[in-house]
C-alpha cells in the first residue's frame, strides 16, 4: 500500500477528523493522488480497529538519531572509535528496518 494513504490517514487523525473512506479520499484528491478505492476501504476498515494515539505512543522512535557523546581524541583511538560508530549505526538501521516493517503490517 502506498504510503500516501497512511499519511493521509495520520493527517486526518491529526486535524481530529473522522478517518472514514470519504475524508481520506479527499485528503488524497487534494494531494493530487487519485484513489484506489479497494486501498481506501482496505485502510479505513484496518484503522477502525487501531486506536491510533496509542499505536502512536508504542511505535519505535524513528528519526534523527540523538548524538552520541564525543570522547576525547587522546582517549579513545581511531579503530575503536570507528568501530563504534559503525556498529551504532547498523544497530539504528536494524531498529528502523523493523519499525518500517511493522507500519506495514495492518495493510498487508
Known amino acids: 500500500m502506498s504510503v500516501a494513504y497512511v499519511h493521509a490517514a ?4 491529526f486535524a481530529k ?12 484528491e487534494a494531494a493530487g493522488i487519485t484513489p484506489d478505492e479497494a486501498r481506501v476501504k482496505v ?7 487501531i486506536n491510533i494515539e496509542e499505536a502512536i505512543k508504542t511505535a ?3 528519526g534523527v538519531p540523538a548524538a552520541a557523546p564525543v570522547a576525547p ?6 579503530a575503536e572509535a570507528e568501530k563504534k560508530k559503525e556498529e551504532k549505526k547498523e544497530e539504528e538501521e536494524k531498529k528502523e528496518e523493523e519499525a518500517l516493517a ?5 495493510f498487508g
Open 10 to 13: 495520520l493527517l486526518l487523525h
Open 17 to 28: 477528523q473522522p478517518i472514514n473512506e470519504e475524508n481520506l479520499r479527499k485528503v488524497l
Open 43 to 49: 485502510l479505513t476498515a484496518a484503522l477502525s480497529e
Open 60 to 62: 519505535p522512535a524513528i
Open 73 to 78: 581524541a587522546a582517549e579513545a583511538k581511531p
Open 102 to 106: 511493522g507500519l506495514g503490517a495492518p
